[in-house]
């Protein structure tokens, strides 16, 4: 962790009591919040909010008040305290909005391209971070017509304050039902499982089951020292980029598509609404790396052909796990509300998933084997162990704990809710969360909302200048997916 000088702390006056309850002064930052202090992994988390209407920031400011400053970490320091473990400690403070809600002065009619404009600004806070002298967050209203909002909203929050989960689900308590003002959204409900097979009758099939989750968590760890390690490195393709990209400028960009494409391959493939999405990234890589490859060709002056990939590629993604015993989201939800016993903060695992890149006649073969992939994955304590792992380091010393840097990307998903909402009476558009700070070049991000599914891509922007045309591979691969799905029902 880098060298901090101690900071003052502004006393909390002026508050009311519901604020200041359940408030736990001076405690440590947990592990996981520590390591996202890491030179190497000093990562925010960035979500684009696009809203139907015009927004007021003087509303948005008023109903802050009552809702996200009653959280503790987003009106708390991230003070220096050597006396303590890990060296950073949560106090209270009086938040000043002003220093967090900036409204730039805008002239739309003087912008050429709103969309270009909004993933610029998007862009530059990438190069930027917020001082540790005020909660670490802040709100940025950009009241201009886009292709697909009426204003936006740029949220950004240091990861130290909470992982993905714990952050939608705390945006979601501030929201409502555009169908029904007085309603929280809905989330849809995950039970957590290893495997079915688990749960299996008789002493011989759990016997075996057990040797099956033993071994694979053996071998998953193997490999995941060796990453971290940097004895087993992927392939340097046109996505992986050089080590230290934590620092380097990020570009934001998403595309939707339809939930209801999603349900349909999923139902004819007897799969999941993860294992579609992680089948339509594995072939829109290969798309867009197979793109990339022929360019290659024809530059060193050979003929481009159909198949430019080379052969045995390793590509890998670290994947983000919501490590809570429930899905978490309809808890978290309730944070806000006296007595909830959810957990806050960054209960996140993570686990190298590997991503096959090659062209296949079927596409369905894409979704095939990404559903292995991940059924083995789900019969390993990889994840789990990844968490005590980072812990364990970070007692001895937060420089033997990082994320592994030699995957290519990061991914991550996180549902959304399942019908439209408003944000203080603003209906939203769209949410499109992602991150920068990462070591990688890429992040895919994929969220659910309403009847839409987005792809959100944070990229290197020297090392991947054409982040839509790996969304349009990405939407393309859906679209041949589906096809091959609809085909399938028929034959």
Known sequence: MPHLKPIKVISVVDEEPTVLQNREENQPLSPMARMFHEPESNVYIVTMIGFKSKINPEVVKANLEHSLLKHRRFSSLQVVDEKIEGGLKWVPTKVNLDDHVIVPNLEPKLIDSPDKFVEDYTSSLSQTGIKMSMPMWDLHLLNIKTSDAES???????????????????????????????????????????????????????????????????????????????????????????????????????????????????????????DVMLGVTQAGLSRYLNRKYGQLNIINGLSERNNNLPNNIRLRATFFMNLRPSAGIQELANMLKKGSKAKWGNQIGYLIFPFTIALRDDPLDYLREAKVAMDRKKASLEASFSYFLSKSFLKFGNKAASFPSETTLWFSNVMGPKEEISLYGYPIAYVAPSCSGQPNGLMIHVVSYANKMTFVLSVDDGLIPDPHQLCDDLEESLHLIKNASLLKDIN
């Open 152 to 274: 936006v909203a740029v949220l950004r929050v240091h990861h130290s304050l909470g992982d993905g989960t714990s952050l939608m689900s705390l945006l979601l308590a501030c929201c409502r039902k555009v169908s029904d003002p007085n309603e929280v959204p809905t989330i849809p409900s995950v039970t957590k499982k290893i495997d079915s097979n688990g749960h299996s009758k008789g002493f011989w099939p759990y016997l075996l089951f057990k040797l099956w989750l033993f071994w694979n968590t053996l071998v998953d760890v193997v490999m995941f020292i060796a990453t971290a390690l940097m004895f087993v490195r992927d392939t340097k393709t046109p996505l992986k980029g050089e080590l230290g990209n934590g620092c380097l400028p990020r570009r934001f960009v998403h595309r939707s598509v339809s939930l209801d494409d999603v349900k349909l391959v999923r139902n004819a493939m007897n799969t999941t609404i993860n």
